[in-house]
């Protein structure tokens, strides 16, 4: 299983940026694919930037295309989101997770997927 850290979240107000880094062991894409999820409270998780086991491209949730970014560094073995441009609705704990599942299926934990804790991410005046 892939370990998993999360840092970088915290309060801004909306229209702030906040940069999210996931810390991971080594995995190959093949096996996994690792994304940014979030969970607003009283809701489920949702996906929201993820990178395929299949194609290995990036993918995004509507609802942050153009405002988020991923990006990998494979020598330092961390996943990175820039947010930018952010909304209250952008509210939730974020979590960075390898799943065996690929990106833009049902979201759930499954027995051989890697969850980080989460991190707070606050968005409000």
């Known amino acids: 299983q892939v370990r998993i850290e999360e840092s970088g979240g915290g309060s801004v107000q909306p229209g702030g940026s906040l940069r999210l880094s996931c810390k991971y062991s080594?995995?190959?894409?093949?096996?996994?694919?690792i994304g940014w999820f979030r969970q607003a409270p009283g809701k489920g998780t949702e996906e929201v930037a993820c990178?395929?086991?299949?194609?290995?491209?990036?993918k995004y949730a509507d609802a942050v295309q153009g405002r988020f970014t991923l990006s990998r560094d494979n020598a330092k073995n961390t996943l990175s989101l820039q947010m930018s441009g952010l909304r209250p609705e952008d509210t939730g704990v974020y979590y960075c997770a390898a799943r065996k599942v690929d990106c833009g299926g049902y979201v759930y934990r499954g027995p051989n997927d890697s969850w980080g804790q989460g991190t707070q991410v606050t968005v409000s005046s």
């Open positions: 990178i395929s086991s299949r194609d290995r491209r990036f």
């Open positions: 080594p995995f190959s894409l093949d096996d996994y694919a």
